[in-house]
């Protein structure tokens, strides 16, 4: 998806993703993305920018490369996901149709949408609402959000296998 957003853009996807989510959403400038060495790809000229070398980063933080974001800027961007894809003050940064496809189940796996893990048959996390989404990154990274309980919640370096008991423990005290 790096490679194929890096080719639309026609420049590097860190560059694009700063301008479009990260400055709008008022996320600090120590996020890091890394490319693995292998990833450098030729651009041909476009849109009166001369041809240039630019290296396709991964998505996520693993084996070397990726993205590697504080739990802060996490957070803001999953408000912003649990918002319609508006920012604080109010700036739509992804549209709010984008932010429901995501939501929508894949045909051949109904647990997934674009790019973010769903709950809708309770299968997921058991303790968590079908309501709720995720997304999950190394390090047992997740981003939990619920848009009908308004509520988005950062774990990070969690034992996966405890995610649940956490999620519960965090629905106890909600609902308690």
């Given at each position: ?11 590097a996807l860190p ?14 400038q120590d996020i ?97 609402p079908k309501s ?45």
């Amino acid at each position: 998806l790096s490679l194929a957003l890096l080719h639309l853009f026609g420049r590097a996807l860190p560059q694009v993703f700063r301008e479009h989510l990260l400055d709008p959403l008022g996320c600090s400038q120590d996020i890091e993305w890394v490319g693995y060495d292998q990833s450098w790809v030729d651009l041909p000229a476009r849109d009166g920018r001369p041809a240039q070398r630019v290296q396709s980063v991964p998505g996520g933080s693993h084996w070397g490369g990726g993205v590697s974001i504080s739990a802060m800027d996490q957070a803001r961007i999953g408000l912003m996901l649990m918002r319609h894809g508006r920012s604080d003050n109010g700036q739509q940064v992804i549209s709010q149709r984008w932010i429901e496809a995501m939501q929508e189940p894949c045909e051949v796996a109904p647990f997934y949408g674009y790019l973010v893990w769903l709950n809708q048959q309770g299968s997921l996390f058991k303790s968590a609402p079908k309501s709720s989404w995720f997304a999950l990154g190394a390090g047992s990274s997740v981003t939990w959000v619920d848009q009908t309980l308004e509520l988005v919640v950062i774990m990070r370096w969690i034992d996966a296998a405890k995610t649940n008991d956490c999620i519960d423990m965090i629905m106890s005290a909600l609902v308690g």
